[in-house]
């Protein structure tokens, strides 16, 4: 399973800076070559939180990648449902590689909810808000136990620390 934060964000508005439409395009050779310890992890599932009146950055973050993959984005539920996508994902995604992109302030959650130790990822447990290049990676056995997790540094934008 891997995690991202949506890509940068205008001052106002619910869409993506041109910095994060860059984002947006670049993360589709970046995930269609993603691989961890050698292992390929390619999404073949995405989800997204829940467009609202405030955001559809998570969703407009994978979009380009939705479209070159051939997958659609499971946009069902709220950036607050961390439990329920974290219940549902955990019910079906056995031989899945899921990439979620989620709102920032909820990730840590998220990454506790899916049975990780997001303190230990994350520096003070919360997600810097100028920080958008890491990928969350939690890895699990064929039982569905965590079996690690690690937070990787994209270095796919110059900005990215």
Known sequence: MMIIRHAEKPES???LTPAGEARAQAYVNYFEHFAVDG????PNSLYASA???SSMRPRLTIEPLSRALGLPIDSQFADKQTKEIADALRATVHDKRVLIA???GEIPKLIRDLGADSASLIPGDKWPSDVFGWVVV???DHHGQLVNAQVIHEHLMPDDN
Not at 39 to 42: I, K, P, W
């Open 13 to 15: 508005g619910s869409g």
């Open 39 to 42: 292992q390929t992890m390619t």
């Open 51 to 53: 467009d609202s009146k």
């Open 102 to 104: 989620w709102h920032h």
């Open 138 to 140: 939690l890895r699990y």
